[in-house]
C-alpha cells in the first residue's frame, strides 16, 4: 500500500492492493478546527472531502502524480468505486473507525458520512 500525506487540506492517501484509491479525513473528539469537534467542516470550495473540495490543487499538494490526479479526479467523476473517501473517527478511548463519505444526494460540494454501512477496518 502507498500512503501519501498531506499538510492542509487531505490528510492521507492510500492506494491499495485492489488498485483502489483510500482518501482519508481524520478527526479525533474533543479538537475543533472552527467546526463542531467530529465533523466534516464547510469551506469555501464546498463541505471537506466533497468532490469539489478533493480538488487538483489539493491532491497535487498531498504527494500526488499529474496521473494520479486525473486518476483520482476521473473516479470520483464517475462514481465508479475505484476512489474511496473515509472518515476517520477517533474517540476518547482511542477507538479509530473508518467509514465510507459519500455525495449528500449527488451534490459536489456536500457529503455524508454513512455510519450505518460498512465499517472499513485496516
Known sequence: MTVYNGSTGIDSIYKGKDGKIYIVESKTTGVSEGCKAGSLCNTTSGKQMSQDWINKERLEAAG??????????????????????????????????FYEIKDKNGSKTDVVVDRAGNEYQF
Open 64 to 97: 500526488l502524480s499529474d496521473a494520479e490526479v486525473k486518476k483520482v479526479l476521473r473516479g470520483l467523476d464517475r462514481d465508479n468505486g475505484t476512489v474511496v473517501r473515509l472518515y476517520s473517527g477517533t474517540n476518547a478511548k482511542g477507538e479509530t473507525r
